[in-house]
C-alpha cells in the first residue's frame, strides 16, 4: 500500500512540475520577450520583435512622437508585422509553440524620442520608449556583455540591471555570443528574456551569435524568430553576419560561431564572410568601426588560440584600420593591441569580456595589456566625435579596466 501511495506521490510531482514549468514559460495572447533591435539605419528606422500564442494571428505596432503629457492615440502610425509560427521541443521540457511578430519601424526623425506599444485589437502591451541616433557626430555611448550564459535569472539578471542603472541613456547594448547555454532550450531564453525584462524594449539590442547559440552547425531556431537583426551580410548568415551605422559608428558582427565550419578555409562561411567584410570595410564612411565576434583573435587561456581568425580576417581588419574588436567565449578578461604582422604600422585593440557567472581562469599572455579573473563585468564604451573612452565595471560598479582610443 505504501509503495503505491509512494508511487502516486512521485508520479503527481512530476506531472504538476512539468506543467507549472510549461505554464510558466507558455506564451499568451498578451504579447510578451518584446525587445528593440538596431538596424541597418537606425537613425531612421527600428526593429521589434515579441510573442504571443497561435491564437493571435496578427500583430500590430503603433508609434508616434513621444508627447509631453498623456498618450492620444488617434495620433499613432500602426505598422503591421510579419508573423512566424514556430514550435520548440527541447528532450523532457514542455512543448512550445508560439507566434513571433517582427515588426521594422520606418519613415522616423533623427534625435527623436518615440513611444511604442505592440499587441493587437484585442491585448496590447504596455508603452515604451526609444531614441533614435542623431545621424552628426553627436556623443553616445553603448554597454558591452561578455558571454551571459548560465544562470540567467539568478545572477546574470543583476549584471545588465546594474549596467542599465550605470547608464540607461545609453544607445544601445551588445553582446558577444552565448547568450544562453543550451541552444533550442526554451526555459532559458525565458530567463534571458526575464534577467533583462522591460529593458530589452527601451534599449535597442545588438547581438552576435556564440557556439551556445548553435546546435553544431544550426543555428537555434529562436535567434532569427526572436531577433529582427539586419539581413545585410552573405546569405544564409541573415541575423549574424550583418553591420549596423549608428551616428559616425559602423558595426560590423562576424558569425564565428559554429568554428568547425569557419575553420574549413575554403568552405563558405569563411570565404563569404572575408569578401564581405573587405567589400564593407572599403565602402565604409564612418569615422570609427568596431567589430564584435565571439570567438576572440587572441585568448585568454593558454589551451586556446584561434589562429584562423587572425590568418583570414586579421589582414582585411588592419588593412582598413579597424579600431576595436569585442568578443566573448573565454569566461574571463583580457584585453590589448596585437598583430601577427610586426611589418603592419597598425594594431588593432582586442577585448575578451565575461557577463555571466561561469568564469575560467585568465592567462597572462605578451599580447595583454590587462587581464582579470573571476569577475563579472559590463563595458561602457562612449563615442565623441575623436575620442573613443572605454571603461569596464565590476557587476558591483567598480572601474576595472579603462583606455582611450583618438583619432
Known amino acids: 500500500m505504501r509503495n503505491i501511495e509512494l508511487f502516486f506521490t512521485i508520479f503527481f510531482s512530476i506531472f504538476w512540475g512539468r506543467l ?30 515579441w510573442r504571443t500564442d497561435t491564437t493571435v494571428s496578427k500583430g500590430l505596432c503603433e508609434v508616434q512622437l513621444a508627447p509631453e503629457g498623456p498618450i492620444d492615440i488617434k495620433k499613432s502610425k500602426i505598422f503591421k508585422a510579419k508573423t512566424t509560427k514556430v514550435r520548440y521541443e527541447y528532450n523532457e521540457e514542455p512543448k512550445i509553440v508560439s507566434n513571433h511578430h517582427s515588426c521594422l519601424l520606418t519613415e522616423l526623425e533623427s534625435g527623436k524620442q518615440y513611444i511604442y506599444r505592440v499587441g ?11 531614441k533614435t541616433p542623431s545621424d552628426q557626430n553627436s556623443c553616445f555611448s553603448f554597454i558591452y556583455f561578455g558571454d551571459p550564459q548560465s544562470n540567467l535569472k539568478s545572477q546574470w539578471s543583476r549584471v545588465i540591471r546594474g549596467a542599465f542603472q550605470h547608464d540607461s541613456n545609453c544607445g544601445f547594448m551588445l553582446y558577444a555570443g552565448d547568450l544562453i547555454n543550451r541552444a533550442g532550450r ?3 531564453w525565458q530567463e534571458w528574456f526575464l534577467a533583462g525584462s522591460f529593458i530589452y524594449g527601451m534599449i535597442p539590442q545588438v547581438m552576435t551569435p556564440g557556439n551556445h547559440d548553435y546546435n553544431g552547425l544550426t543555428l537555434d531556431p529562436h535567434w532569427n524568430a526572436q531577433f529582427t537583426l539586419p539581413t545585410n551580410g552573405p546569405k544564409g548568415l541573415e541575423g ?8 559616425n559608428l559602423r558595426l560590423i558582427s562576424i558569425d ?3 568554428d568547425s565550419e569557419l575553420k574549413n578555409e575554403n568552405g563558405y562561411m569563411m570565404t563569404a564572410q572575408k569578401s564581405w567584410l573587405d567589400s564593407v570595410l572599403q565602402t565604409n564612411t564612418k569615422k570609427w568601426v568596431i567589430i564584435t565576434t565571439h570567438l576572440p583573435f587572441y585568448s585568454s587561456k593558454e589551451n586556446r588560440d584561434n589562429k584562423f581568425l587572425r590568418k583570414h580576417f586579421q589582414p582585411i581588419l588592419e588593412k582598413h584600420k579597424v579600431d576595436l574588436v569585442l ?16 611589418s603592419n604600422d597598425h594594431k588593432v585593440m582586442y577585448v575578451v ?17 590587462h587581464f582579470g579573473s573571476f569577475k563579472q563585468l559590463y563595458q561602457v564604451i562612449t563615442i565623441d566625435n575623436n575620442e573613443l573612452v572605454y571603461e569596464s565595471f565590476t557587476t558591483d560598479g567598480q572601474l576595472f579596466d579603462t583606455f582611450i582610443l583618438k583619432k
Open 186 to 188: 526554451d526555459s532559458e
Open 256 to 258: 564565428s560561431a559554429a
Open 240 to 247: 549574424t553576419c550583418f553591420f549596423i551605422d549608428y551616428n
Open 120 to 130: 493587437s485589437q484585442s491585448n496590447w502591451s504596455e508603452w515604451f520608449q526609444f
Open 20 to 49: 507549472l514549468d510549461a505554464q510558466e514559460i507558455a506564451p499568451s495572447s498578451i504579447p510578451d520577450r518584446i525587445i528593440l533591435n538596431l538596424t541597418e539605419n537606425s537613425s531612421i528606422s527600428m526593429a521589434v520583435t
Open 327 to 342: 568578443s566573448g567565449h573565454d569566461h574571463a578578461y583580457a584585453r590589448g593591441r596585437a598583430t601577427d604582422n610586426p
Open 353 to 369: 569580456s565575461v557577463s555571466g557567472p561561469k568564469m575560467y581562469k585568465a592567462d597572462n599572455k605578451d599580447w595583454m595589456e
